[in-house]
């Protein structure tokens, strides 16, 4: 799962203090299980609206544009590329066990 991004976390925090105190002032409550109950309320509403904010990257115009071309390769099972990863350098004429054991001295 990638990390938030600055946006997410100012919706889901801006999202977590107005429905607290829009809840409190409402609602009246003065108990502390009701306090509880609408804070957990308020923590599950900005998790949700902080999971769904947009996200950086391709716009979805653009994905469906991709997918419309002919010839175009896009599964909606995969979704994007994945990123690729580098290579494992490997040194000309020297083993792996070879490089393990010259440091382990």
Do not use: D, K, W
């Amino acid at each position: 799962m990638p990390r938030p991004t600055a946006a997410q976390l100012a919706y889901g925090s801006a999202t977590v203090v107005f429905s607290t105190l829009a809840l409190l002032l409402l609602s009246q409550t003065r108990t502390g299980v009701g306090i509880a109950v609408i804070a957990i309320a308020a923590l599950a509403l900005g998790l949700l609206v902080a999971l769904t904010a947009p996200l950086p990257g391709v716009s979805h115009v653009a994905r469906r544009r991709t997918a419309r071309r002919p010839g175009a390769r896009v599964s909606a099972a995969t979704g994007p590329a994945a990123p690729r990863l580098p290579r494992q350098r490997t040194h000309a004429g020297v083993s792996s066990e070879t490089r393990v054991s010259e440091h382990s001295r």
